[in-house]
């Protein structure tokens, strides 16, 4: 498949410059870098993102994810290798996704009420959302995956070498 158009080099100065604003945001809203990758990589599970799927399982190995609960993540309500709270926000993350099946019922926000504040649960809220906007990008625009290298990869290794 070949891709259509580079967002960055295309609206990098404009659109694309606001979104990473507001991830900036979301990095620094307190919520764990691990939790917001692994919403990351399930919402971009159920759109079929392959390149943001590449990108947050990247992500996620270099922060030190096990392989086990990324495989079991597609199967993550079966799976016991998450805690009360990232089930709590995989829930919201496939409810928000996902609005048109159901509106986001309020057993749902009754899971994540009770894992999560009223702050936590619009920063939630917005990653959900920027990851699914994020999918949209990348999938209409077919933007390749495989080429992704983690910054968190590269830390890692830096903070390795200087050992």
């Keep these: 498949m070949e891709p259509r158009i580079n967002t960055r080099k295309a609206a990098y100065s404009g659109g694309i410059n606001a979104l990473l604003g507001v991830h900036a ?5 307190g919520l764990e870098p691990g939790l917001l990758n692994l919403l990351y990589l399930r919402g971009s599970q159920i759109n079929g993102c392959a390149f943001c799927i590449d990108m947050h399982w990247k992500d996620l190995r270099a922060m030190g994810e096990s392989e086990q609960r990324l495989y ?17 926000a995989l829930h919201w993350t496939e409810a928000v996704t996902k609005v048109r099946e159901g509106h986001v019922p309020d057993e749902v ?55």
Excluded: C
């Design 72 to 88: 079991g993540l597609d199967a993550w309500e079966e799976s016991p290798y998450y805690t009360e709270r990232e089930r709590a």
């Design 25 to 29: 945001y979301i990095d620094q809203s």
């Design 109 to 163: 926000y009754a899971i994540v009420r009770s894992q999560f504040s009223e702050k936590e649960i619009v920063d939630l809220t917005l990653a959900v959302g920027m990851i699914n906007l994020w999918n949209r990008l990348a999938i209409s625009t077919r933007t390749a995956a495989g080429g992704y290298v983690s910054p968190h990869k590269a830390r890692v290794e830096t903070m390795a070498a200087s050992r």
